[in-house]
């Protein structure tokens, strides 16, 4: 038996992934367990969590690798602060001391880290013995860590692979290949060049924070008019006809700087970057949308081109910038790839999962058999149990965090004097549909937590779609978040032809379509001439708290075989109303983590306004519940994201 732990950290989206024998046995974030959103910090919960899912200590390892390689990256910051300097000084004089303090000395480091996930006897061991562990380190390079997460676990025997993020190392995209176990990449486009930057920089200058608030911007988009785009082509970046860019730096402080734009961005944008909380203008919302349009110019020129040099049928993509889904369904659309396979932790968390599986097939050169080699994954052939296309990854749903059983989660409720009802599994679903049909909002919490950005039914908020007020319900009362910001459709996979326009899987959550014709309302003249937030007041479909101003959706496709009590919960659903479509969003208020354990389910679920929590087989009436009393103010826990 080979066991690989991966580890990503120290910029954001810390994680950890453990492999063994080639499969993914298990995967978190830090940010889940430390309830620190974005956590960057070493994953010490993360790394001890994966080990004890395999009943593991860290002594039993064979390889460790760290996802990128952190003297390279210092060889690329130090040589960017003396090619701006003396510009760039401030910003070398504050991440020089964490550098000398930790990120030089990182074997070391992570040595000591993963004592302490090995808990107190084994880091008391490396601290006073200076115990060495046998595994072996190993670091990769950023975007092969991402490119290995891409194409790996997907379901094809080859693919073209696309990277896109802010920057690694040095490479800030590239295009690659996959093969059977063998991965290789061919170009890459290096920073200060970034399409994930960009993208970034107006995050910031919107008013959102970085690394955080980019799917904000991408949620803002279809408000605003693109009246940007001429101007940022005009003067901030040259878009090639390989989907590279050359964008002129005298715009941007990234490089050198503190900040991601500088004056002379403000001004060619009349004016400073909106104040975090502030009301948001029409100005923003012609910013976002103008450079959602740069940005889907630029992945759908990029990925013809990795169709063009690759003659690959098949595309795998990770990095950030896949997340975003808005570009991702213009890619699958209208680039002549058959079919696309996002990573569904697709930022730096994947990183983690890109190395360990790196260091099993290229360090290792084991064998990779991919689900269409194997016969579980075919375009033409049909799963004769639902008359469906043919679906295999390995990733297993993404579903590959702590789970809880019944007992643990009764003894929680009982310890605490939390009143529930327990209900057999399988009466499970219909009772949810129930309370779904008449209104309620419900957190559910069952089986293993997702690993990656999304909620996909396992540590989610749902609710009925055909309701008008649903997504300001849950925006205001739930999430107590920004109300612009649309919510994402769970569908059954069977349907989801029927009600959008989209025919194949997206079981991640990471491709955008059009609600179909036939499910959308005729607009009144009124209705058509809202402008900007107010275009939220009118009804656009039979579907309507999940679908956004531009008639979109950021679809969930739902199996039975991935997600059997999901998929039961939205079929009974249907059974009741004629709707295969539930409102999905993450089990989470803004700028918490999502939940990980049923206590802090509990505590959410009763922060909240939502109406009943589903515990594995425990309905919690809100109701019923004794008085509810935090000792901290909870809401400056949180920092806004």
């Known amino acids: 038996m080979v066991s690989i732990l991966g580890i990503s950290a120290f910029y954001h989206d810390s994680a950890a992934c453990l492999v063994v024998d080639g499969e993914i046995v298990a995967a978190a974030q830090e940010e889940r367990f430390t309830r620190v959103k974005h956590d960057h910090n070493f994953p010490v919960h993360a790394a001890r969590y994966c080990l004890s899912e395999a009943k593991l200590s860290a002594d039993n390892l064979d390889y460790v690798g760290f996802y990128d390689k952190p003297l390279l990256k210092f060889d690329r910051l130090l040589e960017t602060y003396l090619d701006y300097a003396p510009a760039g000084f401030s910003s070398f004089l504050k991440a020089l001391p964490l550098w000398m303090k930790e990120k030089l000395w990182m074997p070391d480091l992570i040595r000591t880290e993963l004592a302490k996930a090995g808990g107190e006897e084994n880091e008391r061991a490396a601290k006073k013995l200076g115990k060495k562990f046998e595994w072996k380190l190993l670091f990769g390079d950023h975007h092969e860590s991402h490119a290995a997460s891409a194409f790996y676990p997907s379901p094809f025997e080859e693919a073209a692979i696309l990277t896109v993020d802010g920057v690694g190392e040095w490479a800030t995209s590239s295009i690659g290949i996959g093969k059977g176990n063998e991965l290789t990449l061919l170009k890459e486009l290096r ?73 002379a961005f403000d001004k060619l944008f009349g004016g400073p970057p909106r104040k975090p909380e502030s009301r948001i203008t029409q100005k923003e919302m012609d910013l976002a949308r103008s450079i959602q349009v740069i940005t889907e110019e630029v992945m759908l020129k990029m990925t013809r081109y990795a169709y063009k040099e690759t003659n690959m049928k098949k595309l795998c993509m990770a990095g950030g910038v896949a997340l975003n889904c808005v570009a991702n369904g213009r890619v ?36 990779r058999v991919s689900p269409e080699l194997a016969g579980s994954w075919q375009s033409s052939r049909v799963d004769k149990n639902n008359g469906l296309p043919a679906y ?223 515990l594995e087989t425990c309905v919690l009436d809100k109701n019923v519940q004794p008085p509810f009393v935090d000792s901290i103010n909870w809401r400056a826990t949180f920092s806004r994201d």
């Open 191 to 263: 920073f200060p060049d970034s399409l994930g930057l960009l993208y970034s920089a107006f995050t910031y200058y919107t008013g959102f924070r970085i690394n955080s608030g980019e799917y904000k911007v991408m949620g803002l988009a279809p408000y605003g008019e693109p009246r940007y785009v001429s101007l940022i082509k005009d003067r901030l970046l040259e878009v090639r006809d390989d989907g590279s860019l050359k964008m002129n730096h005298e715009y941007f402080s990234y490089s050198h700087g503190l900040r991601m734009t500088n004056g």
């Open 392 to 614: 295999s990854d390995s990733m297993k749903g993404s579903l590959l965090g702590p789970r809880h059983s019944a007992d643990e989660i009764e003894d929680f409720l009982k310890s605490k004097q939390i009143p529930y009802t327990k209900y057999l599994r399988e009466d499970l679903p219909g009772v949810i549909a129930d309370l779904l049909a008449a209104g309620k909002i419900i957190g559910l919490h069952q089986g293993r937590m997702e690993f990656g950005p999304r909620a996909l039914g396992a540590r989610s908020i749902i609710g009925d779609p055909r309701s008008l007020e649903m997504q300001s319900v849950m925006n205001l009362k739930i999430k107590y978040r920004e109300s612009f910001r649309p919510f994402a459709p769970s569908v059954l996979r069977e349907q989801v032809a029927d009600w959008f326009d989209l025919n194949s899987d997206s079981p991640y959550m990471l491709l955008v379509a059009d609600v179909s014709e036939t499910r959308r309302r005729k607009m009144t003249s009124q209705e058509e001439a809202l402008w900007g937030i107010d275009k939220l007041k009118a009804k656009r479909s039979e579907i309507p708290a999940v679908t956004h101003v531009d008639y979109s959706a950021r679809i969930q496709t739902v199996r039975r075989e991935t997600n059997p009590l999901y998929w039961g919960i939205i079929n009974a659903f249907k059974e009741k109303t004629g709707c295969p479509v539930i409102v999905n969003t993450s089990f989470n208020v803004r700028g918490e983590p999502i939940v990980c354990t049923p206590e802090d389910s509990y505590r959410c679920f009763m922060r909240t306004e939502m109406d009943f929590l589903i």
């Open 332 to 367: 699958l659309r209208e680039v002549p790839f058959e079919d696309i396979w996002i990573q569904p932790a697709a930022g730096d968390a994947g990183g983690a999962l890109g190395i360990a599986l790196a260091i099993w097939h290229r360090y290792l050169d084991k064998p």
